[in-house]
C-alpha cells in the first residue's frame, strides 16, 4: 500500500489557521502604502521584545543581517577574532569573515551539538572580540558556562532556530550581549519572505543598531558611521504581528510532538539503534528540528524518500571543512565532535500540525529500515 508523503516540513497547514489575521494586517499595511520600516515595524518591534523578555528588538532583513549588525555594532572588524561553533548554519561564521575577522572554532558537545563551553578557555586570545552561541535545532547553548569563559567578553546569542527557547526559565536573546533572530517562512516564527531581528538589553548598543540599519543615519542624511540595508518590510512586520500570537502554542505542539517520538521509538525498540535529541534540564527546547543519530545515515535517507517520508540533513559538511575557510587551515579531524555528527545526524518532521498517524508512519519505516539492515 502506498502511503501518503509526509513532509519534512510545510507550511500549508497553517495557513487556514492565521489567513484571516494575516489577511487582515496586509490590508492594513496596503492601505498605508508605507512598505519599509514605519508604525507597523515599531509595533512588531514592542510586541517581540516583550515576548522575547527584552528591553530592546530591533527588526531588521533577515537573520544572517541580524549576526551583520550585531558584530558590526560590536566594532568587529579586521585583526579581530570572533570564536563560534563549526556545527551550524553557514550565516554564523560567515557574517564574521565578512567584516575581515577571523572565525576561530570550537568543538560541539555531542549531547546538545551547542558549543562546548568547557572548551572556549583555550581558544580565547586577546584578539577575540566576540563569542557566537548557537541554539541549535532549538535548544539552548550553556549560556551561564559560556557567559562565564567569556569574561567580558561580548557574547552573541544565534537565536535564528530558537525563537521561544527559555534558559534557566528565561527566553534566548536576553542572556548574552546581543541576540539575532531571523523570520525566514521555515523558522518556528516565519515571515513572508526575509526577516530578522536582533534584540538587546544594552540601551546604547540598541541605539546603534538602530543607526546602523539605514547606514549608519542620523539624523536623515547625516551619516556617523559605515551601515548597510538591514531595514525589515512592514509587509514582513504585518505578517510576524499576526503569526506572534500563535508561537507560543506551535512551540508547545512541537514539544509535543517529540514526546510523541519517543514513545513510539521506544515502543519499537528502536532507541539503541537511533539515537533520540537529549533535552537538557532548564533549556526549554522548541524543537525547530528533531534531530536523530543513526547508522547508515544516507541510506535510511534514501529508503525514507522512497517512501515518501522526508527528511533532510543539517549539516552534512561543518563549517571548518568548507572550501572557503580552507585558508583558516583546519585540517580533518580538527573538531571529531562536529564530523562525527555531520556524519550521523538526521531531521525528521516535526512541525507543530504533523499528526500522531504520519509520526507513527515515520517510525514504522525507520523499523522496517531496520529490520531488514542490522
Ligand atoms: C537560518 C539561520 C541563520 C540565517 O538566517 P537568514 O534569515 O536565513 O539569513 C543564521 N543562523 C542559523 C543558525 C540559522 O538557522
Known amino acids: 500500500m502506498r502511503q501518503n508523503p509526509i513532509p519534512l516540513f510545510t507550511l ?16 492594513r499595511v496596503f ?5 519599509i520600516l514605519g508604525p507597523e515595524v515599531a509595533a512588531f518591534e514592542r510586541e517581540i521584545a516583550a515576548f522575547l523578555q527584552v528591553d530592546f528588538a530591533v527588526g531588521v532583513s533577515s537573520g544572517t543581517d541580524a549576526l551583520l549588525a550585531a558584530l558590526m555594532a560590536l566594532g568587529v572588524g579586521p585583526g579581530d577574532e570572533v570564536i563560534t561553533t563549526p556545527f551550524t548554519f553557514f550565516a554564523t561564521a560567515g557574517t564574521v569573515a565578512r567584516l575581515g575577522a ?40 550553556d549560556m551561564d558556562a559560556i557567559r562565564e569563559a567569556a569574561a567580558g567578553i561580548p557574547v552573541v546569542e544565534d537565536c535564528a532556530q530558537a525563537i521561544g527557547t527559555t534558559y534557566k526559565g528565561r527566553p534566548v536573546g536576553g542572556l548574552g550581549t546581543v541576540g539575532c533572530f531571523s523570520f525566514f517562512p521555515t523558522k518556528n516564527l516565519g515571515a ?20 546602523l540599519r539605514v547606514h549608519g543615519m542620523r539624523p536623515r542624511y ?16 504585518a505578517v510576524l504581528r499576526a503569526k506572534l500570537p500563535h ?19 521506544t515502543d519499537a525498540g528502536l532507541t539503541e539503534i537511533v539515537k533520540l535529541p537529549e533535552e537538557l534540564p532548564d533549556r526549554g ?29 543539517y549539516y552534512p559538511i561543518p563549517l571548518h571543512r568548507q572550501k572557503c575557510f580552507a585558508n583558516l587551515g583546519y585540517g580533518q579531524g580538527a573538531f571529531p565532535e562536529a564530523e562525527k555528527a555531520a556524519a550521523e545526524v538526521l531531521a525528521l518532521p516535526i512541525f507543530p500540525e504533523l499528526t500522531g498517524q504520519e509520526q507513527e508512519q515515520v517510525v514504522a519505516t525507520m523499523a522496517e529500515f531496520f529490520a531488514t539492515r542490522l
Open 12 to 27: 500549508g497547514r497553517q495557513w487556514p489557521e492565521v489567513e484571516n489575521e494575516v489577511r487582515q494586517a496586509l490590508e
Open 31 to 35: 492601505a498605508t502604502q508605507q512598505f
Open 102 to 141: 577571523k572565525p576561530v572554532f570550537v568543538d560541539i558537545s555531542p549531547v546538545d551539538f551547542n558549543l562546548d563551553a568547557t572548551q572556549l578557555p583555550k581558544a580565547i586570545t586577546p584578539r577575540t572580540k566576540a563569542i557566537v552561541p548557537v541554539h541549535l535545532y532549538g535548544q539552548a547553548a
Open 192 to 211: 513572508f519572505g526575509d526577516g530578522g531581528l536582533v534584540t538587546t538589553n544594552d540601551p546604547k548598543l540598541a541605539e546603534l543598531l538602530v543607526d
Open 222 to 237: 547625516v551619516h556617523h558611521t559605515v551601515g548597510g540595508n538591514f531595514r525589515l518590510d512592514a509587509i514582513q512586520a
Open 247 to 265: 508561537l507560543a502554542r506551535w512551540n508547545q505542539a512541537r514539544r509535543e510532538n517529540a514526546q510523541r517520538y519517543l514513545k513510539l521509538f
Open 285 to 313: 527546547h522548541t524543537y525547530h528540528q528533531y534531530v536523530v543519530r543513526v547508522p547508515q545515515r544516507d541510506e535510511l535517507r534514501a529508503f525514507l524518500a522512497d517512501r515518501g517520508v522526508g527528511t533532510e540533513v
